[in-house]
């Protein structure tokens, strides 16, 4: 079950299909209001986590990114009978910096917020630059990801705003150690959304979780280094 991050949509994992396909079957998803999928005026993360497994096989391995990472994980705590393994890509329990907590600044995300109401499609083309920021292929990531949501609707304005107050807002820290089915967390080292400094603070917060850092990769490791993280993924979840 593959569930694509914030302003983005189901076609973002087509550059890891085919690698992963012998080896799985896949569900690609669109999020509430994102792709193909229906809009929903409870963008709660209770209820997107109910719609998510409305028509999903009973159990399943979950693979979320960065705001998918965040629906899976509390998928994974609030319905554990429904997950076979789950595995965070760029993800955070809590986005937002905090007190003692590497996050994005608060001020980026209003600044992302005020966009979306001025120019959303410029505010969109500004995260993904920042998704890759760091990357040493960051326009061709850019590039790519840009070709594959173009294969989609636009969301609404009003899905953008209400996925991003979802990301902004969300803080499943103190429910992490509760999981204690299979977990991998994949990190990119020069991502900046998720810093590199959260990643041992999140390892605290349940230990039983294998983490793997991709040294090159910024916030999308599966589209920098598509072969290094499909063999990643099947030796831990094949093995």
Same mark, same amino acid.
């Given at each position: 079950m593959l569930i694509h991050g914030w302003g983005m949509n189901?076609?973002?994992w087509q550059g890891i299909r085919g690698e992963l396909e012998p080896h799985f079957k896949l569900h690609c998803l669109d999020? =509430? /209001?994102?792709?193909?999928?229906?809009?929903?005026?409870?963008?709660?993360?209770?209820?997107?986590? *109910?719609?998510?497994?409305?028509? +999903? &096989?009973? !159990?399943? #391995?979950?693979?979320?990114?960065?705001?998918? /990472?965040?629906?899976?994980?509390? #998928?994974?705590?609030?319905y554990p009978q429904?997950?076979?393994?789950? $595995?965070?890509?760029?993800?955070? =329990?809590?986005?937002?910096?905090?007190a003692q907590w590497p996050g994005m600044?608060?001020?980026?995300?209003?600044?992302?917020? *005020?966009?979306?109401?001025?120019?959303?499609?410029?505010?969109l083309n500004q995260f %993904?630059?920042?998704?890759? %920021?760091?990357? &040493?292929?960051? !326009?061709?990531? #850019? !590039?790519?990801?840009?070709?594959? +949501?173009?294969t989609k609707p636009v969301p609404s304005q009003q899905t953008l705003e209400q996925s991003l107050a979802l990301l902004k807002n969300s803080d499943l820290r103190s429910q992490l150690g509760q999981i204690e089915l299979p977990f991998i967390q994949v990190y990119g080292y020069l991502d900046r959304l998720v810093p590199r400094q959260a990643i041992e603070k999140i390892r605290e917060l349940n230990s039983n979780a294998q983490q793997? $850092?991709?040294?090159?990769?910024?916030?999308a490791p599966f589209i920098s280094d598509p072969a290094e993280f499909c063999s990643a993924i099947k030796r831990h979840l094949l093995a």
């Open positions: 189901s076609e973002i999020l =509430p /209001g994102f792709g193909n999928a229906l809009a929903t005026d409870d963008y709660s993360l209770d209820n997107i986590c *109910k719609l998510v497994l409305e028509n +999903l &096989p009973q !159990k399943a #391995i979950f693979v979320g990114w960065s705001l998918g /990472g965040l629906v899976a994980t509390n #998928i994974a705590i609030t429904r997950v076979q393994a789950l $595995v965070t890509v760029a993800a955070s =329990p809590c986005f937002e910096q905090q600044q608060a001020s980026v995300l209003e600044q992302f917020a *005020k966009g979306l109401s001025q120019n959303f499609k410029r505010t %993904m630059a920042i998704q890759a %920021m760091g990357s &040493p292929h960051a !326009k061709a990531e #850019i !590039k790519q990801l840009r070709t594959w +949501l173009e793997l $850092v991709f040294r090159d990769a910024s916030h």
